[in-house]
């Protein structure tokens, strides 16, 4: 089973009452037609870590400098795509700087309004909407979600500390 590593970042403004999210526009991805904060796979030729990662795709996808980052979680997803786990480390960014800009093959950007669920007022995937009031709680976890081609059927969760050795930022 060939494993895929990545990260997504929330970025949060308005005392966690906004979040950036960008839309699914990649029919291959797993958030085709939905919003996810920003993020993406590891660069293999570098060796590239998590902080690093997330670091980057910030960049690419919203424009904006990550100052810094929280982790708060990570997630093996596994029955989404047949032959493929992912492995994804969520972040949470309140300080961060530059000017917003859009990629446009990389999906339009919005921020979204959290309501008083805990959940962006936007479409997100079944299994995000488990987790995503996990991270704008900041309740650290570790967990297993389980679908069957795309659809949500289970999860396993660990509230704790993610034990991440901490790197320095490339």
Excluded at 11 to 25: A, S
Excluded at 152 to 166: A, G, N, S
């Amino acid at each position: 089973m060939e494993i895929k590593k990545a990260t997504v970042v929330y970025i949060l403004k308005e005392n966690r009452k906004r979040v950036l999210m960008i839309e699914g526009i990649k029919t291959y991805a797993p958030h085709y037609g939905k919003y996810n904060g920003v993020g993406g796979k590891f660069e293999p030729i570098d060796d590239e870590n998590p902080e690093a990662c997330a670091t980057r795709e910030v960049e690419e996808e919203s424009g904006y400098t990550a100052e810094e980052l929280n982790l708060i979680g990570k997630i093996r997803s596994t029955g989404m795509f047949p032959e493929k786990e992912f492995i994804v480390y969520y972040y949470t960014c309140e300080k961060f700087s530059g000017e917003q800009r859009e990629d446009p093959e990389q999906g339009p950007l919005v921020w979204a309004e959290i309501g008083e669920d805990g959940l962006p007022d936007v479409p997100i995937l079944d299994g995000d909407k488990i987790f995503f009031p996990w991270i704008m709680a900041d309740k650290k976890f570790e967990a297993t979600f389980y679908y069957n081609d795309r659809e949500y059927l289970r999860h396993e969760v660990t509230f704790k500390e993610t034990e991440i050795p901490k790197f320095d930022k490339r």
